[in-house]
């Protein structure tokens, strides 16, 4: 659901702030350092995860605050509030129509999905940065992926600790690959679902101003992780951590016409393949869940030629509710309907 009304306390450059958005377009302009990418940040912290910055929370509070930062929205009927206290401030806290809630459970309402200036060299980035955002789009149609990711890594970090002890608890050991095993399940199976339903909707997509990708699974495939796991056990312990399993996988992208990777593309086309991902994915959401994601684009319209960034405002147009920053309005020229923010000095003001 759109947001229709988000408060920031002591959270990064602001005091106090509140502002409430329309369901479509939501534009903030303002000089750098003005604070734009922190309200989207805060809007990324709705949804599961260390948000788009992938911060840890002590940074997140205000510098000079006193009791950690607040982050509380209004999502129709429905009222989120998540942040941290200054007595834990890496203990994020999250609370549903003033319940406490377990943080996971934000998926349930709300599916978010970003671009950011550093995800400009994602394909050019380490496997794990592609790692983190195939398992965004998975976390947008599936909600429980967090649930299985998080037990994963839990499980996965107990073993490691258990393989650098001498006296080895072959039982204990083996209860946490099967947990592994469980759960590594669930998530290539999410992932391949995701991927799968994807490639198929870019390959049918429309071939105009953004590049069509093809997108694939590297890497860990379904097999038997408990066995593997034991079989590679004195090699785990050597290096310190598991060889084997889904957290090696990787996101392969193409572009489709060229059949090139997208890694040796130009500069421009890989800003255009992952612009035309993020918009089929977006899609996808949309008919899979009944509701369109929120998308938070950072800075993206000062990086497209005019072309580009008409063909850009024209897909998003009526597609739930689009977050965009740029640093002069006239940047946003094309868009008629839209919540048009001006940022100045941790302030907000409606233009």
């Known amino acids: ?32 350092g003005a604070g734009k990418t922190n309200l989207l940040e805060a809007v990324s912290l709705l949804s599961p995860g260390r948000g788009l910055r992938g911060a840890a929370l002590s940074e997140m509070a205000r510098i000079g605050g006193d009791d950690g930062f607040a982050v509380a929205a209004k999502l129709g009927d429905v009222e989120i509030g998540t942040g941290a206290t200054a007595a834990a401030p890496e203990r994020r806290q999250v609370r549903i129509n003033g319940a406490p809630a377990a943080v996971n459970s934000l998926s349930e309402w709300l599916s978010a999905l970003w671009l950011t200036p550093a995800m400009d060299r994602l394909f050019l980035g380490s496997t794990g940065d592609r790692r983190r955002f195939l398992d965004r789009l998975v976390l947008a149609l599936e909600p429980a992926h967090a649930h299985h990711a998080a037990r994963y890594e839990a499980a996965m970090r107990a073993r490691n600790k258990l393989l650098a002890d001498e006296s080895l608890d072959e039982a204990w050991v083996a209860s946490l690959e099967a947990a592994m095993a469980e ?15 994807l490639d198929e909707r870019l390959d049918h997509a429309p071939d105009d101003q953004f590049a069509r990708a093809a997108i694939a699974l590297e890497g860990w495939e379904q097999g038997d992780l408990a066995l593997a796991l034991k079989a590679n056990r004195a ?13 090696r996988q990787d996101l392969a992208v193409t572009h489709r016409t060229k059949a090139m990777l997208a890694a040796r593309s130009s500069t421009g086309e890989q800003k255009a393949l992952l612009l035309g991902l993020i918009l089929a994915h977006a899609e996808l959401v949309t008919e899979r869940r009944a509701e369109p994601p929120i998308l938070l684009l950072d800075e993206v319209a000062a990086h497209l030629d005019p072309r580009r960034r008409a063909a850009l405002f024209e897909r998003l147009a009526g597609r739930g509710q689009v977050w965009m920053t740029a640093t002069e309005a006239a940047l946003f020229e094309g868009i008629s309907a839209a919540s048009h923010f001006h940022v100045e000095a941790g302030q907000i003001q409606i233009v």
């Open 1 to 32: 659901m759109p947001v229709s009304r988000l408060i920031l306390t002591d959270f990064r450059s602001y005091t106090a702030a509140t502002i409430e958005p329309g369901p479509g377009f939501v534009l903030l302009s303002g000089e750098n």
């Open 183 to 197: 759960h590594g399940a669930a998530i290539t199976e999410a992932r391949a679902r995701t991927v799968a339903a």
């Open 235 to 247: 090699r785990d312990a050597a290096v310190g951590r598991a060889t084997l399993g889904p957290h």
